[in-house]
């Protein structure tokens, strides 16, 4: 028992410092250091997420990962040389790209002059180090329980604000490109992201590591507002070290008569949580979610999403796929809430996982919690092996069993892909599968 205790006690001083270490580091003073101090003893109460804890059941953190690493140092000029490399890789075709290097904004390796009019970025060290801007200290405010979302809020050390005017269509998709090139070390980005009435827009959120970057831990949270009658396509693709931790945390709220298409990607990684909170706030709002996991080796990736149907005549389609190679391990939890006033919702959700190997691993949660009475919802859940009357079949017409292979998991990833509207980020995303495929 004294062992027990003194552990506790020497896991509760590792927390506290973290945060001590940090705070000559974090912008923002007034009351941003009052929020992230808040934030953080929110984080310090409840820990490390665990598998007590039912949204975090399959994803044990404390079992994962034990604790949270020292924050990474600013990045100087050697690391802003090898994070261009991996920038020049990432890039998706005629994107405007913003670059964040070990928690920062890179001015210097994004294109910010090649914005379009009615787009406004800013950092977030910059509005939060602005004594003028104290009324926005709430960019840091964290707005839900999870502790990781507060830990991010407390430690958050930049990030972008990102603002669409009313009625622009931007015609160039806006990628954020996060890159690690540290060892051992942690950081955290929050963004923000609005557009306005009638606006349309496209934002790709890339997780790359550059030469030598490893066991390092990322903590990434987006807050999105898609004003009414607006349109966004949001794409997130994970395409960590091998030895990487990638949590990362969305927080969207869709206005009147407006629609979010998301998707989402993990093929790398060793840890990997994305997790997803969609409120469908106004009337007639639209909603398409899809993503695909990708997992080898001892591999854990993990999405969670929860769609919020807080108002009436609401549409919303989740579709998520995951490729299971080795003794990789696929978590997927989506559920769809439907208040009582929310009448004529119209929900789906679907997950199927494809087990290339006897020692992979799916767990699959999908969940309707209906308080309405006249709504269409439903929800399925598949697992299984490939076909091999169909490996057989393209066999026997000169394709090698990889080969073969290859191209059934081409087919089954390709559903969920195929939602992704701009041809553009679809082919982008295609590449990332192709690697992962190559690399089996």
Known sequence: MKQVLAREADAGRAKSNLFTAAH????????????????????????????????????????????????????????????????????????????????????????????????????????????????????????????????????????????????????????????????????????????????????????????????????????????????????????????????SSGIIVVGTRASLNLFSMTCSGSIGRYQGFVTLAGEGSRLSANGVNLIREKQHADTTIVVDHAVPHCMSRNKFHAVVDDCGRSVFQGQVVVRPASQKTDAALMTRALLLSDQAEADNKPELEILADDVTCGHGSTSGALDTSLIFYLRARGLSEKDAQALLIRAFIGEPIEEIPAGNLREFVTARAEHWLRAR
């Open 24 to 247: 000559g580091r974090l912008p923002g003073c007034g009351p941003v250091a009052h929020i992230r101090a808040r934030a953080f003893e929110a984080y310090e109460r409840a820990g490390l997420p665990h598998r007590r804890i039912e949204a975090w059941k399959y994803t044990d953190l404390c079992a994962l990962i034990g604790e949270v690493l020292p924050l990474a140092p600013r990045p100087d000029a050697a690391a802003l040389v090898r994070a261009k490399s991996s920038v020049m890789q990432a890039a998706a075709d005629q994107a405007v790209k913003l670059v964040l290097v070990d928690g920062i904004f890179a001015p210097e390796l994004s294109d910010v002059g090649s914005l379009e009019n009615g787009v406004d970025v800013r950092s977030l060290r910059e509005i939060l180090e602005n004594p003028a801007n104290s009324a926005m200290a709430g960019l840091v405010l964290s707005t839900t329980t999870d502790a990781m979302i507060s830990l991010n809020a407390a430690m958050a050390t930049d990030g972008l604000v990102i603002t669409i005017a009313e009625g622009r269509a931007i015609k160039r998709s806006i990628q954020i490109v996060h890159v690690a090139t540290s060892l051992s070390v942690s950081d955290f980005t929050r963004s923000y992201l609005q557009l306005g009435k009638g606006a349309h827009a496209a934002v790709v959120e890339t997780f790359v590591a550059a030469d030598g970057a490893s066991r390092y831990q990322t903590n990434d949270a987006i807050i999105v507002l898609v004003g009414d009658e607006a349109s966004l396509s949001y794409i997130r693709v994970a395409a960590d070290a091998a030895d990487a931790v990638n949590l």
